[in-house]
């Protein structure tokens, strides 16, 4: 039922350029308060998914169900205020404000006291607490990645949308990102974690995806995919944690 699940893709077909699909038919759903890995090859259509889930791609085809309500063909606005936010991989933060005017950005919607909210980030992302008042782009990769998850939180989203956190980031950060997102997930925030490093993404995970030319090949509690032998020799091989 699709009471059932927070967030429910069906038979999705989309694309950048018309007649041309990236997803082919990908089915998904996300439960409340689950954390679910995208993974797969690049050009699988990991990132086009969570674009299209977020409206920033509108499918040809196929339903995207979000708390019960059809949100596909819906703007990013919208779907914003309707509990969802989502993390690029890039472009995340404004470079050019301050660590504390990033997180007010992200709760620009708001007609409440930010500073409850601002004070809970902090406490989850002490290292933005203590650059509050440092510029964004003169963060590290990880501390600019804690803030973009920081920014997206101000909203209180129940499901958050991360677009290759650990990307580009140094081995010691990619462990303290995930940390991160595996404490946001146990706060009660479904999750829905678009990643390459594989092994790290599905450890943590409640389930998984294995998405292969715009399908969902495979999929399956986190554990069972980990344990998988097709997934292991594809995904999981020695140096292919990337």
Do not use: W
Not at 107 to 132: E, G, Q, W
Not at 158 to 186: C, G, H, M, R, Y
Not at 222 to 227: H, I, K, R
Request: net charge positive; hydrophobic share 40%; with cysteine.
């Amino acid at each position: 039922m699709t009471n059932d699940y927070l967030l429910k893709v069906q038979n999705v077909h989309a694309g950048y350029i018309k007649d041309v699909d990236i997803l082919q038919g990908v089915n998904f759903r996300v439960a409340p308060g689950e954390l679910v890995a995208v993974i797969g090859p690049n050009g699988a259509g990991k990132s086009t998914l969570a674009k299209a889930i977020f409206g920033l791609l509108i499918p040809h085809t196929g339903t995207i169900s979000f708390q019960g309500e059809n949100i596909a063909g819906l703007k990013s606005n919208q779907i914003v205020q309707r509990g969802m936010c989502y993390v690029p991989q890039i472009a995340n933060v404004f470079p050019s404000l301050s660590v504390e005017e990033n997180l007010e950005m992200g709760a620009f919607v708001r007609n409440i006291s930010l500073k409850p909210l601002k004070d809970k980030i902090f406490t989850m992302f002490p290292r933005l607490s203590d650059r509050r008042r440092q510029r964004a782009g003169t963060l590290s990769g990880g501390e600019r990645q804690m803030l973009a998850m920081g920014k997206a939180l101000m909203l209180e989203p129940s499901l958050l949308l991360l677009d290759e956190p650990s990307a580009a980031l140094s081995p010691i950060l990619v462990t303290q990102v995930f940390d991160q997102v595996k404490q946001i997930n146990q706060s009660g925030t479904a999750i829905v974690l678009v990643e390459q490093n594989a092994r790290k993404a599905l450890e943590m995970a409640n389930r998984g995806y294995v998405l292969e030319s715009g399908r969902d090949a495979i999929s399956g509690p986190g554990e069972e995919l980990l344990n998988n032998p097709k997934v292991g020799e594809l995904y999981l091989g020695a140096g292919k944690g990337h």
